[in-house]
Nanobody
């Protein structure tokens, strides 16, 4: 059983910062690409940023220069540093990961965390 657990959300004033974490636990061999997504009320889930196992990153235009994605492969943990937060960044943030759960035959499964709420308001 593999689980992704997010933490670090909360209420912050505009211009403030938060650091989200996503920790993978359970039985698996390694983690390939990981990503953060957000979903605002009444809207579809959308990509925030992704990171490969080698550390290559990709960001949505709306967060470039403000958010930074990173990961610690030894800890099976991914992070999202959110700076210069705006009210429109308010959403539930979800982590996602492609995890290798079998070697022979090779098998990769995709997992989602339960989400963590980020609210940016004065």
């Amino acid at each position: 059983q593999v689980q992704l657990v997010e933490s670090g959300g909360g209420l912050v004033q505009p211009g403030g910062s938060l650091r989200l974490s996503c920790a993978a636990s359970g039985t698996f061999f390694s983690i390939n690409a990981m990503g953060w997504y957000l979903q605002a009320p009444g809207k579809q889930r959308e990509l925030v940023a992704t990171i490969t196992s080698g550390g290559s990153t990709n960001y949505a235009d709306s967060v470039k220069g403000r958010f930074t994605i990173s990961r610690d492969n030894a800890k099976n943990t991914m992070y999202l540093q959110l700076n210069s937060l705006k009210p429109e960044d308010s959403a539930v943030y979800y982590c996602n990961a492609d995890i290798i759960v079998g070697l022979w035959p090779p098998r990769t499964s995709n997992y989602w965390g339960q989400g963590t709420q980020v609210t940016v308001s004065s």
